[in-house]
Each structure stands twice: as C-alpha cells, then as structure tokens.
C-alpha cells in the first residue's frame, strides 16, 4: 500500500522559533497533499491543500503567513510553522492523494511550542 | 458546505460483541464518497471502509460494514465480533466526487470506541 512519512515525528520549540515539517510519500506521485492540525481529543481540520508547483489554498482562519507551506516535489511537502507560539501546539497530520481518489496519511508530528 | 456529524462522542462494548457507530451528513452533491477511518492510541490514520455514493450495495470488509442511506444521508459502521484491536477513535468523513482534481475530506467529530475484555 503507500506509504507517506512525517519528520520529525516530534519536536519542541521554544516561542519564537520556527519549525519546519517535512511530509513525504515513499512509493508513489502525490500530486496534491493536505495538512491538518489536530488538537487533543477532536477531529481533523484541514489547514491547507498544496498541489505540486503551485500556491498551497488555505482554508478559512488559517494563515498563510504563520504556517508556510511548499509543495516542490510530487513526493515532498512541507509545513513551516513561523515564529511560533504555544497555543500553535498541536498535532499535525499530512496526507497525500495520487491519481487515484484516496488519501494516504503520514503518522502525524507532535509540536510543543514552549 | 458539506456537514458531517456523529452525534456518540463515546461508546463501549464488551469484546466479541457487534456495535454500530452513527454518522450522518448534509450534501447538496449527488456524487460523493463516504469514509471511515479508525485512529488508534498511535494517532496514525487508517482507512477502515469506502462507500461511492452511486453503489446502492453497502460495502463491507471482513468484520466491517456500513448502512447507507442516500436519502436519509446517513452512514453508520458496524463491527461486528469486535476485538480489543477495534479500540481507536473512529472518524466519518465525506469526499466530493469530481472527474478530475483532489478534493478535500470533511470529518466527523470522532467517536471513541473502547472495547473491553
């Protein structure tokens, strides 16, 4: 099946910092990958969608200044958290979708912003 | 907007017994895709069971299976011979259907199924 990796699986911060988390599929094309943010004991919601070598599309309240996201490969994006805060601690799932019509997710990143 | 929404945040059976989780939606669309994803303590997402929405047949693989309703909008899971594996939260989420570009899913607050011994 394919397989999508997050790194770093987990990472603290101090405020202020920026972090930057890599999203990648191990064995197929993404031609588009998602991001999510997940706080404790709630659902996914999507931050942004990114297509490979265009603009990520940012979902209403996310913004596009805080968390950058680059999608320059078919098999790599990434997420960068800047100048982050605590309460941008949360968990943070990507998934990345082929030709087919399924969403393959990676393990997730837990970010502690101190 | 697509609305996805399951109304039992948690539930619990003992082991070997059948549960049904509840989801229902709100679409204006006629083509879609329905999912279930089960997360379990490690948080990895895994894909439980699918559903298009043009099937009249439920799907179903191995102990799982679904109950789709087009009209009433509704797509419960049922598991049955539950097992302690089966312990996750369980996520319902909807996917428009489009002849071509990816479509973003829309999930269910979750239900927490705890399988006892």
């Known amino acids: 099946g394919a397989v999508v990796s997050q790194h770093p699986s987990r990472v603290i911060c101090k405020s202020g910092t920026s972090v930057k988390i890599e999203c990648r599929s191990l064995d197929f094309q993404a031609t588009t990958m998602f991001w999510y943010r997940q706080f404790p004991k709630q659902s996914l919601m999507l931050m942004a969608t990114?297509?490979?070598?265009?603009?990520?599309?940012?979902e209403q309240g996310v913004e596009k200044d805080k968390f950058l996201i680059n999608h320059a490969s078919l098999t790599l994006s990434t997420l960068t958290v800047t100048s982050a805060h605590p309460e941008d601690s949360s968990f943070y799932i990507c998934?990345?979708?082929?030709?087919?019509?399924?969403?393959?997710f990676g393990p997730g990143t837990r970010l502690t912003v101190l | 907007a697509q609305t996805v929404t399951q109304s039992q945040p948690e539930m619990s059976v003992q082991e070997a017994e059948t549960v049904t989780l509840s989801c229902t939606y709100d679409t204006s669309e006629n083509n879609y895709y329905l999912f279930w994803y089960k997360q379990p303590p490690s948080r990895q997402m895994i894909l439980v069971i699918r559903?298009?929405?043009?099937?009249?047949q439920n799907a179903t693989e191995n102990r799982f299976s679904v109950n789709f309703q087009k009209a009433a909008k509704s797509f419960s899971l049922k598991i049955s011979d539950s097992q302690l594996g089966d312990t996750a939260m369980y996520f319902c989420a909807f996917m428009r259907s489009l002849i071509q570009g990816a479509q973003k899913l829309v999930f269910g607050q979750g239900t927490r199924l705890t399988i006892n011994p």
């Open positions: 990114s297509n490979e070598g265009s603009k990520a599309t940012y």
């Open positions: 998934s990345a979708q082929g030709q087919g019509d399924e969403q393959f």
């Open positions: 559903q298009e929405a043009y099937k009249q």
